[in-house]
């Protein structure tokens, strides 16, 4: 059965509700031999419009995920990536803010890290944590420094929305295409992943208490999400709801997304120039002579 990015895009203006959104669908492959030949022709695919995308040299590529903890964001990266050439990708994780962070605006951190063109960027987790869980824990703001109008507005969350999509539509016009992931895992797969986490030696390192701590605020968790893909998902820059609870079949997806936007995208080797063309004979006659 044929993956359709299209099955799993936020159209603008959606109203979206993520418990209404499957955390599972029937797979895409019906052994894990299937899989991994799937997986691996999409790798492939995605490698050589990676070396194109590097020697057009007139788009980069931007990657979000996003997604509760356990989702599996650091499992796409390593098995949805492990193709592409790590000259032409760079990946970069967002966790608590420094002190020199705090004292910038809240998109500042990741304007550093994009991508530049010809290149791939991944950001597992990105400036959305500013809407997410900061929303979830307000209390975060007083670290902020922010003036005491902007907090009291009422407008704080409506107005990040507009910055985010006014900052995506600007790296839009300037050659950035973004593809925002959400990977959505139910919350009893969630246990059954930290589970293994306790129980599996080789994993104890992924468990922290602050996880468990997190997952009481599920709810909220899951209306900040919501809300936040209902006000950010655009034309141009759209979010994906990704089934999560099967990682195979995610990773699937999620490459899927990855090859059809990079396939999307005009672009062809340069042309050599007359002086350039001379060069390369000459070069030639030289190596034959």
């Not at 967002?94 to 500042?108: A, G, N």
């Amino acid at each position: 059965m044929k993956i359709k990015s299209k099955d799993f895009r936020v159209q603008p203006d959606e109203k979206v509700e993520i418990s209404k959104k499957p955390s599972s669908v029937a797979p895409f492959f019906k052994s894990k031999k299937e899989y991994k030949g799937i997986l691996g022709s999409h790798i492939k695919d995605m490698s050589a419009l990676q070396g194109l995308l590097y020697a057009a040299d007139r788009y980069s590529l931007l990657i979000i995920l996003q997604g509760m903890d356990a989702a599996g964001k650091d499992g796409i990266i390593r098995h949805v990536m492990s193709g592409v050439n790590p000259q032409g990708c760079q990946v970069f994780s967002f966790k608590q803010p420094s002190t020199e962070e705090l004292d910038h605006d809240f998109l500042w951190r990741t304007t550093k890290h994009l991508p530049e063109r010809g290149r791939i960027g991944i950001f597992n987790r990105s400036y959305y944590e500013e809407v997410l869980v900061v929303r979830v824990h307000p209390q975060i703001l007083e670290n902020q420094k922010l003036p005491e109008e902007l907090k009291k507005s009422g407008s704080l969350w409506k107005n990040r929305y507009r910055s985010i999509t006014d900052f995506e539509e600007h790296l839009h016009n300037n050659g950035t295409r973004i593809i925002k992931i959400f990977l959505n895992l139910s919350k009893d797969e969630q246990k059954k992943r930290f589970l293994e986490r306790i129980e599996d030696p080789e994993k104890n390192w992924k468990f922290s208490e602050a996880d468990i701590k997190e997952r009481q605020y599920w709810d909220e968790y899951m209306s900040a999400f919501g809300e936040c893909l209902n006000y950010t998902s655009t034309k141009h820059s759209p979010w994906y709801v990704v089934p999560a609870d099967d990682k195979k079949n995610a990773r699937l997806i999620v490459s899927q997304i990855i090859l059809d936007t990079l396939k999307s995208l005009k672009m062809s080797y340069p042309e050599p120039t007359p002086e350039q063309l001379a060069e390369l004979n000459s070069a030639k006659e030289q190596l034959l002579g």
